[in-house]
């Protein structure tokens, strides 16, 4: 009898863990896919969360107990690529520039905004002799972007600020590496870039008129980073893994000891160390990539979808805050007990009380 009772007991055991093994498999995908903007370079490596994220493995380390494979790609094409991505049902989890964001949520795109990646400061370059020394000079001259980017937003935003409208100037739509192309063929009059502008200046084809620092947050670059419906709904703690991987990635970052090695890891995606240390000198990485999900981040994506309307980028409208899904997030900040690590912001930027 007692032979009999634990030849059970094993075999109920063995089927317990079966079915254990059964139920960890159907939470996870085979391999989970990431996408993003790069440097707009299409090298294989990225800048900001995802490129920290990946060179340390934080998110790999999640996974260590399944047989999960990630694939990262940064596209050349930056947002509008990624939008493509998604669409066509190749990308997971995106980070991208928040006016591609929008256009492809008002388009349709079932995503949900689970964190912000971070700034992108805006740089004006004009040729080299020309009397450019501020976004008012601009008026009447052929000024390079790629349309669709969070580029885009931060330029008309700036010209705005100086009584400008996109009708003062003749607006050339490249991607990145054509940009620079054609600042150094004579083409063109300015580019409006991020810091991989920085790098004509130093082969004195360029001088820098312009930065978003010179505004403030409210024109810098920023965007999200977004799960597609259709993985958090059906892999949830597969989503619950990938934030909380996320979040150690901008820990991370934000320990001001980690700056070198993260600007470094950056300069993978093909924009120069320099640069990048240029770019973010005298902030602190802490505060430049907060990845809250609070009413600074919502007001900043009402703004870029309010543009979007004006501009004639998207007729349907976005409910931003039930776009936003911080709960993986808010997740992830109680389990590493970092609640109170990051500054909650209110619209204007501003320290929350």
Known sequence: MQNITRRSFTAGAAALLATANTARAADNPDTIRFG?????????????????????????????????????????????????GIANGRIDFAQYGALPNVIGRANGLPTRVLLNYGPTTIFGAARKGLPIHSIKDLKGRKVTFQKGTILHWAFLRALKSNGLTAKDVTIVDLKT???????????????IGSSSVLSLREKRIVDIFYTSKDIGPKVTGFG???????FREKYP??????????VKAVAWIADEANRDETLRIWSK????????????????????????????????????????????????????????????????????????FWTTRQVDGTPKA
């Open 224 to 230: 999200g980073i977004l799960v597609t419906d259709a």
């Open 36 to 84: 993003a903007f790069g440097a707009g370079f299409g090298q294989p490596f990225g800048v900001a969360t995802f490129g920290v994220a990946q060179a340390k493995d934080f998110i790999a380390n999640e996974f260590n107990d399944t047989s999960v494979k990630l694939e990262w790609t940064y596209l050349a094409g930056t947002g509008p690529a990624v939008n493509e």
């Open 237 to 246: 703690d597969a989503t619950r893994r990938v934030v909380t991987g996320l």
């Open 177 to 191: 590496a054509d940009q620079l192309a054609a600042l150094a063929a004579g083409s063109v009059d300015a580019s």
């Open 269 to 340: 995606s093909g924009t120069p160390y320099e640069a990048l240390r240029e770019e973010f000198s005298g902030q602190p990485l802490k505060d430049a990539f907060n990845p809250l999900v609070d009413d600074f981040l919502l007001a900043q994506f009402q703004d870029v979808i309010d543009f979007s309307k004006e501009e004639k980028l998207i007729r349907n409208d976005i409910d931003v805050k039930q776009w936003a899904y911080p709960a993986p997030l808010n997740q992830a900040l109680a389990d590493l007990k970092l609640e109170k």
